[in-house]
Structures are given as structure tokens and as C-alpha cells.
């Protein structure tokens, strides 16, 4: 099968996702690449240089917007900042960031709530490609108007616009948002917790991994937070099915927010 | 299983139908409507009272209970797993729609084969006809609703040009046959 020999090959393990949304990735990645069978595309995949990069943006889903479900991010700002205002120094964790959508947002309430400047953001992601593209910093500039109706929604304190200048085709955003942003190549499938952190935001990943791979995922999120960390979910992930439903708390609970129960 | 989809118009044609099926109804039945993504669907709570039977939103990874209606929520694609649990994702959108009813319905008959039945009701697009085909391919019955008395008809007219489906009906008589079927 494929997904066990790009394992074997790239150390990418994709074993632990769910079966319907992957196939039909898979299928749409045959149909672009032009692969008339799975085995086609393996041995594409395993022998030519660029099959494997080309294959892993079919089988990530790099489908984001900033500030979605808006109601998320007024709960973090309204019911979490309050919180990390009392520490002297944060660690913030936004796993499986895609290209950046989520952590140019959180930067922005982070600043509005005069948390930028000691937070530290590590955003991380198995996509290469991704991890460029939210390095850069540009959006589609087609998006802003969604993403400002968005942003005020949150409860957003500027004008959206304040934070990007329309440039090479798209909005680019302040660099400054960035500056205490560490983007990272990390896996929730193999790699391990990396840091302490105070809040963990990881948003419509968990969907695409199955119960075990999620157990996994969730003890790393687990392990990672400080006493009584937060974590933040998408708005129909649940941890109500997981072997770690009673060690987090919800803060918020439509919203997806939940605190970790210490131990 | 039962899928069933349906777009403009859908909701009520829902109405008409899912009041219909007895307490001791075999099969889940699974629905899909589209709806803005931009708000939460009510859809659940909707039904919940005219229905004889549980009706919930569809939760990622909950495993499917016979005689329970399941909603798709808005926002997310909805799939059916093989070890016979929903997933979500937020895939880009399938002709227009998120929640798709094809992926739904492409899912659930991998799963299922020939113990699904799909039901496609009105609409206003295309959605819908390339998962009733899977189904028809897969050994499941496909009943349309009869587009001479759809809301919306190209939605029952495309899958009927594409998949010729086992039952063109109208609503009135997918409402007698819908209580007939049963998990083989």
C-alpha cells in the first residue's frame, strides 16, 4: 500500500489517517499527476525526485482562513488572554498550521492584547511547502474581505486592514507579526513534545486521524501544556470519543477551548 | 443505511418524509442539506421534534447507530468509515457545497455496497448525481425524486440523466417505500 511505503521511504507516516478523505486525496493526486493506478503513482512517488513533495500536497489539506468560526477566537481572546496575561512569558503551540492563516490571526489578537511581545509561537506543520508559504506571509488578496468580516466578528480592536499592505499580487502581512514566530517541520504522527507551553491551538487536524493516532496526539498536546494549559480545537473536533476525554476540562465548550486537568 | 440529499427546497421535502419512518426503524438514516457555512445548522434540533426516531448531529469518529437520524453539521464535509464511523473534513468545497451529499454518498457505499439506499430530493445544482452513480455501481438501490414536482430541478434531473436510478417517485411515494426498507 502506498501510505506504508512512504513511511518506509520518507518516514511520513500517514498509517493512522482516516480511510475516506485520504482515498479520495489519494484519487484526486492520480488524477492530477496523471497516474492511472495507485501503483503508477507509488512508483512515482518512490522513484522520481519531486514525486514524494508533489504526492504530500495532495495528501495535506492546506484548506484555512484567518479567523475561522470567529466565535473561536473570541472565546481565546475574552476567556483565555485574561489567563496568559498572568504569566510573565508564554509559549504558544499551533500544530498542524498549514500556511499560516491561524497563527498570523492569533498574532494579531495577541498583539491587541499586549501578549505579542512575550509570547513565543512555534507554528509547525509536515508540509514544507506550507511552512514557506505562512513564512511569507501573503494571502490572496480576493480573501480579505472574508477574513475582515471575520476578524471583527473575533472581536477584533483595529481596522483588518492596518495589518496588511496589498503587494506582489496579494496582502502581505507586517512582518512584525512574525518576529517571535518560530516555524518548525514537526509530526504529531512520529515526532515528540518539543516544549512547555501554555496554550496549545490545533485546529481541524485531528479530524483526519483516527482514534489512535488522535489518543497520540492528544497525550503530546497533554504533555506539552503547563499546569492548567489551554488548548484550543476545531469547532466540530471533539475529545469526547478519546481515552483523554477526562483529562482536559472544557473552558468553552462550543467553542472548543479546554483546560488541562493536572495532573 | 439510508443517505439521504437534498438542496434548495430540501428542508421541506425533509419535512414530508422523515416524520413517516416508524420507532423501530432498522437502518441509520444519514441527511444532508446544504446550508449557509456560515451559521450553525439547526437542522438536528429541527427534525428532532417531528421525528419518531433519535435525531442528532453527526459527530467525527461516533459510531454509527442503527435507527438513528444523523444531520451533517455546516461547514464540513461528512464521510462514512469503514469500520462503519462518521468522519469530517474540511476538504474544499464539492460543487459549490460543504457538506457535499457525493462524498457523503461515495463513502457510505464503499461502505455499505448493497445495504445502502441513496435518495436524492431537490436542489438547484449538481451535487449528488456522482454519488448516486456510486451507489447504483455498488449493488444499492437509488430512488430520485420525480423533478416534475421537485422545488429545484436539476439537481433529481442530473442524477437521473447520469446514473438512471432504480425509482423515479414522488415524494408521496418515496414516503411509503422509505418505512420499507430495511438493513439486509
Known amino acids: 500500500m502506498l501510505v506504508e511505503a512512504v513511511y518506509l521511504k520518507y518516514n511520513y507516516d500517514f498509517r493512522d489517517y482516516t480511510g475516506a478523505s485520504q482515498k479520495r486525496r489519494v484519487l484526486v493526486a492520480m488524477r492530477e499527476m496523471e497516474c492511472a493506478t495507485v501503483s503508477e503513482l507509488q512508483s512515482r512517488v518512490l522513484h522520481e525526485p519531486n514525486g514524494f513533495a508533489q504526492l504530500l500536497q495532495y495528501l495535506t489539506i492546506p484548506v484555512t482562513e484567518m479567523f475561522r468560526d470567529p466565535d473561536y477566537f473570541l472565546a481565546v481572546r475574552e476567556q483565555v488572554a485574561p489567563f496568559l496575561k498572568t504569566y510573565p512569558s508564554l509559549k504558544i503551540w499551533v500544530a498542524g498550521c498549514s500556511t499560516g492563516e491561524e497563527v498570523y490571526s492569533l498574532a494579531i489578537l495577541l498583539k491587541e492584547e499586549g501578549l505579542l511581545e512575550r509570547s513565543i509561537i512555534y507554528a509547525t506543520d509536515i508540509n514544507p511547502e506550507s511552512l514557506e508559504a505562512a513564512r511569507r506571509g501573503v494571502f490572496p488578496l480576493d480573501r480579505m474581505r472574508l477574513y475582515t468580516e471575520n476578524y471583527q466578528k473575533s472581536g477584533g480592536k483595529a481596522a483588518f486592514s492596518d495589518y496588511y499592505t496589498a503587494a506582489y499580487g496579494g496582502a502581505l502581512f507586517e512582518r512584525s507579526l512574525m518576529e517571535n514566530v518560530t516555524f518548525a517541520d514537526h509530526s504529531l504522527s512520529t515526532d515528540s513534545v518539543f516544549s512547555e507551553t501554555h496554550f496549545v491551538s490545533c485546529r481541524n487536524v485531528l479530524i483526519y486521524f483516527n482514534r489512535r493516532l488522535q489518543d497520540r496526539v492528544l497525550g503530546l498536546f497533554h504533555d506539552s501544556l503547563c499546569h492548567r494549559g489551554f488548548l484550543g480545537l476545531g469547532s466540530k473536533e471533539s475529545i469526547d470519543f478519546s481515552s483523554y476525554a477526562e483529562r482536559f476540562e472544557p473552558l468553552a465548550r462550543r467553542e472548543r477551548v479546554f483546560r488541562k486537568v493536572s495532573p | ?184
Open chain 2, 1 to 184: 443505511m439510508v443517505v439521504i440529499g437534498g438542496s434548495a427546497g430540501g428542508v421541506d421535502a425533509l419535512v414530508g418524509l422523515l416524520p413517516a419512518l416508524p420507532a423501530g426503524f432498522g437502518p441509520a438514516v444519514t441527511c444532508i442539506l446544504h446550508v449557509p457555512p456560515d451559521r450553525d445548522s439547526r437542522l438536528a434540533e429541527l427534525f428532532a421534534a417531528r421525528a419518531l426516531l433519535p435525531v442528532r448531529e453527526a459527530q467525527d469518529k461516533e459510531p454509527i447507530q442503527p435507527g438513528t437520524v444523523y444531520f451533517a453539521g455546516s461547514g464540513y464535509h461528512l464521510s462514512v468509515e469503514q469500520d462503519r464511523s462518521f468522519s469530517l473534513s474540511c476538504e474544499p468545497p464539492v460543487q459549490f457545497a460543504r457538506p457535499a451529499i457525493d462524498i457523503l454518498m461515495e463513502s457510505a457505499a464503499d461502505v455499505y455496497g448493497p445495504a445502502l439506499a441513496g435518495i436524492l430530493l431537490t436542489g438547484a445544482n449538481f451535487d449528488g448525481a456522482d454519488g448516486m452513480c456510486r451507489i447504483r455501481e455498488r449493488g444499492g438501490l437509488t430512488i430520485v425524486q420525480d423533478p416534475e414536482e421537485a422545488q429545484a430541478r436539476s439537481m433529481p434531473e442530473e442524477a437521473i440523466r447520469r446514473c438512471a436510478p432504480h425509482l423515479v417517485l414522488p415524494l408521496s411515494a418515496i414516503r411509503t417505500v422509505l418505512p420499507l426498507l430495511e438493513t439486509p
